[in-house]
C-alpha cells in the first residue's frame, strides 16, 4: 500500500515538473516574439545620443534570456556609457525592469564601435 502511494506521489511531481517545463517553454517563445525590450532600448538610445541613425540594436534569445547587443556611433559612447558607467548602469536597470516585466533576463552588450578613440587601459599595479 504505501509503495502505490509512494508511487502516486512521484507521479504527481513528475507531471507538475512536466507543466512547469511547458510553461517556460511558452513564456520563453511568448519573450522571443516580443521585441519590446528592443524597441524600448532603441527609443532609449536614439533620445540621448547625437547621432541617432547610426544606432543598432541586435537580439538574441537563449537559455540564459534574451541579449541585446547595443552599437552607437563613435563619439556617442560617452554620452552611453556616462560618467564612471553611471548611464549604462541606469539602462541596464530600466531594461531589467522590461525583462520583468515580460518574465525574461534582459541582459546588455555595448559594443565599442571601430574607430574608438579610447586609450588602453593602464594596469593599477604598475608605474610608469
Do not use: C, W
Request: hydrophobic share 35%; charged share 35%.
Amino acid at each position: 500500500m504505501s509503495n502505490n502511494l509512494t508511487l502516486n506521489r512521484l507521479s504527481a511531481k513528475i507531471l507538475v515538473i512536466k507543466k512547469g517545463r511547458q510553461k517556460l517553454s511558452k513564456i520563453r517563445n511568448d519573450m522571443a516574439d516580443k521585441a519590446t525590450d528592443q524597441e524600448f532600448l532603441e527609443y532609449l538610445t536614439k533620445s540621448i545620443v547625437d547621432h541617432p541613425d547610426d544606432v543598432k540594436v541586435d537580439r538574441k534569445v537563449d537559455e540564459m534570456g534574451v541579449l541585446l547587443s547595443l552599437k552607437v556611433n563613435a563619439q556617442d559612447m560617452g554620452q552611453v556609457v556616462g560618467r564612471q558607467g553611471a548611464t549604462a548602469k541606469a539602462i541596464r536597470s530600466l531594461l531589467r525592469i522590461v525583462g520583468i516585466k515580460n518574465n525574461a533576463r534582459v541582459n546588455l552588450k555595448i559594443e565599442e564601435p571601430e574607430g574608438s578613440t579610447r586609450a588602453p587601459r593602464m594596469d593599477r599595479g604598475t608605474e610608469e
